[in-house]
């Protein structure tokens, strides 16, 4: 993961490159607008900020080391919305997703700038914990990663450590209710005692999205969380997305643009670190207003 | 021709087998249309030639290096007319015999001996000349059978690599073989011991005085050969030492893998390798001289009886040395647990104690209880220290402020010197090799298997 996402930013220059060099002789003399460099992108289009935002981010710049992956961002995400984040591989999606509940503070090099805020409280201040913040705002990966511990003690670790249950039954109520939103608990009911690795593919990601609500966080970010599941474990997933929008705010990046027009509400499209376009999904998939958007969406690169 | 020479004009022979099957693989190509018309590459038939020059003839040489001596002598004690019964005066028969034929032996020699030991040295003679012309023609014969089938559609390379593998299979036998011929060796040994002294005993008995009297007046004369107290000795010096070595082998693991940046982690990682480089006797007189008698004087200033020589200076000082096994493994099996399961952990609002405590250490852990268990066995096969800080004396206690001794000092302290082999007092030393063979067999075996489960884990 962490690899992954440095080479991400040390993929940017080299990804500029491809595009301009390898695309551009290769379109009608018509269409060489579309594809552009970092400095063509001036600011963001549609519209970023909303009134009633649950996350509010303000020109927001991550770097890693001297390479920087975010340029200048700002984004607004709605209370009980499902925000898309689309885009290349390497146009920093994901490192931006991370920003949200400061994930990066785990890679070592990694340094967020701008003005970031959770129900108004700054979520890079000098005196915020990010335990609790992360209890606030939990992530789903990419790749299920379920605890190599039984089935109910995957989904009581959070609910645990943060000792909401004080009595076994208040524990298993928060258990069995978790693992029924995330539409896994009649799969599961029988074996809670077995290992959550033993568990398919699709099923251990519901178990890592039941195992993010069993701490009732407000806000959940998903990394792509269905590029390892087959058409039906997606299908169940994306369902999921919608039953969950009723009760908390969504983030989620996505490779698949049918993903992204199916569960969002507003849909974010990056490209080199930047921040191009952002408005409603129908917006943004049937009349886009950046030409690399719709360049992006039409399947031209990326 | 001496052996040496022998040996290495069949590595010539090689060399030449090698270079002339190579080239008539060449040769027919070219009538056939190139190297790519052979069935295999050229060094392939190269290869094969050589294997069949070398191969047969190096194995006739190294059974004939085997048995070579044992059929002369068996032609030469046959030859003598009134030879002595007993084994051993036949042994010496034949040391004089041989020393007369090297020109060792003067004085006291007799026309019968003369004859034998001329016989001796003619039947060399022919042996020697016997092998040089069997490996000779062996070598050239089969080279040559092998030069003459190359062809086109020969499939050396199948050929080669078939040989290969059971080059490959017996290496992997020989180790097998050593194992396998220790222990029956032990255990003949072990069974000649228990012919003399019970089973029951040895196991069960609670007192350990190997002696064995020479008269059956003598003081002293009852040996006992009861293990137990050499078995609670080691069990104590070992429990001491791993009640150092995991907590501290584990935690640095833990702070290595998880907290310690780069540059920490690497100056701290050799550094406490470099623990595992010192040999284990400068542990031994570092124990001795520095750690028991520093241990035996804070005992008598809290008032405590403490011999010089105790199972705590020695099961610390192991412990000290075990610490970078427990860590340098512990610390592998940590890193080995995927980073996606710390993010889970991160991602639910765990600190970075809890990830540590309940999800990495949790998933390591049947890996890192593989490495203790093979600390274990390392601690138990440990002598040097124990020779040196724990002392030799049999006591059967708990308190590791006195001396005690271990299975490995027993052994060493019954085999060092001018021994007898038929005693049970050095037989002793090869059933209590035989239990610590099996104990530490059994431990090594748990290890394995725990190790075998965790890999299962993540799949």
Redesign the interface.
């Known amino acids: 993961?962490?690899s992954m996402t440095l080479n991400a930013g040390a993929a940017v220059p080299a990804q500029d490159k491809t595009n301009s060099a390898t695309d551009l002789p290769n379109k009608p003399a018509t269409e060489s607008t579309s594809v552009k460099t970092q400095e063509d992108i001036a600011e963001t289009v549609g519209s970023p900020f909303c009134d009633e935002a649950k996350l509010r981010m303000r020109n927001v710049n991550v770097f890693y080391g001297e390479a920087q992956a975010i340029h200048d961002v700002s984004l607004d995400i709605g209370r009980n919305q499902v925000v898309a984040m689309i885009g290349p591989s390497g146009c920093g999606k994901s490192t931006f997703l991370r920003c949200l509940?400061r994930?990066n503070d785990?890679i070592?090099g990694c340094r967020v700038e701008g003005d970031l805020t959770l129900d108004g409280e700054a979520i890079y201040g000098p005196k915020v914990d990010?335990?609790?913040?992360?209890?606030r705002v939990?992530?789903v990966?990419q790749?299920p990663?379920?605890?190599?511990?039984s089935i109910y003690d995957n989904v009581a670790?959070?609910p645990k450590?943060?000792g909401i249950a004080s009595r076994r039954a208040e524990l298993d109520e928060i258990v069995e209710n978790s693992l029924r939103r995330a539409g896994l608990w009649d799969e599961v009911k029988d074996r809670l005692d077995k290992p959550g690795?033993g568990l398919s593919g699709g099923q251990q990601q519901r178990l890592?999205i039941a195992?993010?609500i069993a701490?009732s966080p407000e806000v959940i970010l998903m990394d792509e969380p269905c590029s390892a599941l087959d058409p039906i474990a997606t299908a169940r997933i994306e369902e999921l997305i919608h039953e969950l929008r009723e009760n908390y705010t969504i983030a989620i990046v996505t490779h698949s643009m049918q993903q992204a027009a199916r569960v969002s509400q507003r849909t974010a499209y990056f490209h080199l670190g930047k921040l191009v376009e952002v408005n409603d999904t129908e917006t943004v998939f049937t009349n886009p207003e950046h030409d690399l958007t719709e360049a992006y969406i039409t399947g031209r690169f990326g | 021709m001496q052996t040496p020479t022998l040996f290495a004009l069949l590595l010539l022979l090689i060399l030449v087998a090698y270079g002339t099957g190579f080239s008539r693989a060449i040769a027919a190509a070219r009538s056939g249309g190139g190297v790519r018309s052979l069935a295999s590459l050229p060094s392939y038939y190269g290869v094969h030639t050589a294997l069949w020059c070398g191969l047969p003839a190096l194995i006739i040489l190294g059974c004939w290096l085997i048995f070579d001596d044992a059929i002369i002598r068996a032609m030469v004690m046959g030859a003598i007319a009134d030879k002595p019964e007993s084994i051993a005066g036949q042994n010496l028969l034949y040391a004089q015999i041989q020393n007369l034929a090297a020109g060792n032996l003067v004085g006291n020699v007799t026309p019968q001996l003369q004859d034998a030991a001329a016989h001796l040295t003619s039947l060399r003679e022919s042996g020697r000349w016997m092998q040089t012309a069997l490996i000779l023609i062996l070598s050239i014969g089969l080279g040559a059978y092998a030069f003459l089938r190359i062809s086109p559609e020969m499939r050396a390379r199948e050929k080669v690599e078939k040989v290969l593998r059971i080059i490959l299979l017996a290496c992997a036998c020989a180790a097998i073989f050593t194992t396998v011929g220790i222990l029956l060796s032990v255990l003949f040994e072990s069974l000649r011991f228990f012919q003399s002294v019970p089973v029951t005993e040895f196991l069960f008995g609670l007192h350990w005085s190997p002696q064995m009297a020479l008269r059956a007046d003598q003081v002293g004369s009852s040996g006992a050969f009861g293990a137990v107290p050499l078995f609670t000795g080691t069990l104590l010096v070992s429990a001491i030492a791993m009640f150092v070595a995991v907590p501290v082998g584990l935690m640095s693991a833990i702070y290595l893998a998880e907290y310690a940046g780069k540059k920490v982690r690497s100056v701290a990682k050799p550094l406490l390798e470099i623990l595992a480089g010192v040999p284990t006797v400068v542990y031994g007189f570092f124990a001795a001289l520095t750690v028991a008698p520093f241990i035996r004087d804070l005992a008598q200033s809290m008032g405590l009886q403490a011999s010089s020589e105790s199972a705590l200076a020695a099961g610390l000082v192991m412990g000290v040395m075990i610490i970078p096994f427990v860590s340098s493994l512990s610390d592998d099996v940590i890193n080995a647990v995927p980073q996606s399961l710390r993010d889970g952990a991160l991602g639910l609002g765990s600190t970075k104690s809890e990830t540590v405590r309940k999800v990495v250490i949790p998933a390591a852990l049947p890996g890192i209880v593989g490495g203790v268990l093979l600390a274990v066995s390392r601690a138990i096969g440990e002598t040097m220290i124990v020779v040196m800080a724990a002392g030799l004396a049999a006591n059967l206690t708990a308190n590791p402020l006195e001396s005690v001794t271990t299975v490995t000092v027993q052994i060493v302290t019954l085999l060092v010197g001018d021994q007898e082999f038929d005693s049970p007092k050095t037989l002793a030393a090869f059933a209590l090799g035989l239990m610590l063979f099996i104990s530490t067999l059994i431990l090594n075996f748990i290890a394995l298997h725990v190790v075998k489960k965790y890999r299962e884990q993540y799949d």
């Open positions: 993961m962490t509940n994930m785990t070592e990010v335990v609790p913040l992360r209890a939990g992530m990966f790749k990663n379920p605890f190599p511990k670790y959070g450590i943060h690795t890592c195992r993010a701490v």
